[in-house]
């Protein structure tokens, strides 16, 4: 059977309906088809999306719209083209009324025991309570996954205003949008100075693309920016692309983190990897730190920084982030870690890279 078909089906459900509550419905639906004669596929495509935004006129809330059709009644192409739309309508006012903010991880030195950068995480107005991934991965199916990374990106830096000026900020962005002509355009409007950021790439950079990476980064890297890869994303996982990258920041995720205390194999790999940042020049980030038994040992094996709840929790409150600017000693930090015990364990998963 035809989509054009299965269209027709639906279609003439809803309008053999005599509920006086959907008589507006079966309005506007006839209305649709009247426009698009002969066309019933796309008549019912842009009645669905007319429903959606008259509920969410109604109610105030883009996510609260209801397809007035139950989804099995429906063909599994037009569902698909449905589904794409919805998520565009998501996406698209998501980005009109800028429904997202900023929170600042701290990421610790530790030998100085002093904060010395904050890594941005994106935090969505939703009432669905999607994490960020899904909000970015929504984006990038229905081909805004780039406009939103650029909001991310502008929200991060206008909200890095209000950090500490010593702090360097950690801007999570794909390799593509790296690429992407807006990225300069970007650093020449916003007072975040380009010397403070960090564009921490959230995936590997694919071979076709690396010589454009290379070409696009060089002249923001000659201006001052630096770059961080994720041990697990050094591009096919091979260490001379890291060699010929030479990043500034090489962070070292939960798969080595932890029990590092406990694990010989994990200890050896986490050493290997010290030596290895220490040769290329890089300084070695620890994510996901989450006890102190852990801090130690990567204090002791000489990993540069660390980053988790035991450290410090993402904030999205600036009285958080000016407590980042008072450097503190040994027994100060001691009595953090205790505190931070004390609430509880647990540290952002590695798919919160926004």
Known sequence: ??????AWGVIAAVLAGSDPAQAATRQRLSDRLDENPGVPERALLEHLLESRQQDSIGSGTPDTA???????????????????????????ALLENQMLMTAFQPIYGLASKGVVGVEALSRFVS??????????AEAASVGLGANLEFSALGSAAAAAANLPPHLYVSLNVSP??????????LFDHIEL??????????????????????????????????????DSHSGA?????????????????????????????????????????????TVLV????ETREELQVLTDLGVSAGQGYLLGRP????????????????????????????????????????
């Open 1 to 6: 059977m035809s989509v054009r078909v299965q």
């Open 66 to 92: 209801r397809v007035p059709f139950p989804r099995d009644a429906m063909p599994p192409q037009l569902l698909e083209r449905l589904d794409a739309i919805r998520s565009l309508s998501r996406i698209s």
């Open 127 to 136: 009432d669905d309570g999607a994490g960020a991934e899904l909000w970015f």
């Open 176 to 185: 593509t949008s790296c690429i992407d002509p807006r990225l300069p355009e």
């Open 193 to 230: 100075p380009v010397s403070r950021i960090v564009l921490e790439l959230t995936e590997g950079i694919p071979d076709d693309e690396y010589p454009h990476f290379v070409s696009a980064i060089t002249p923001l890297r000659e201006r001052g920016l630096r770059i961080a890869i994720d």
């Open 237 to 281: 996982g091979a260490l001379s692309r890291m060699v010929h990258l030479r990043p500034d920041f090489i962070k070292l995720g939960r798969d080595i983190i932890s029990g590092v205390d406990s694990d010989s194999t994990q200890q050896a790999l986490a050493a290997c990897m010290v030596d290895f940042a220490e040769q290329i020049g």
């Open 286 to 289: 620890a994510e996901g730190v």
């Open 315 to 354: 904030s999205v409150r600036p009285q958080d982030w000016a407590a980042w600017n008072t450097a503190k000693d040994p027994d100060g930090l001691i009595r953090q870690l205790s505190e931070a015990e004390n609430v509880g364990h647990g540290s952002p998963g590695a798919a919160d890279k926004h």
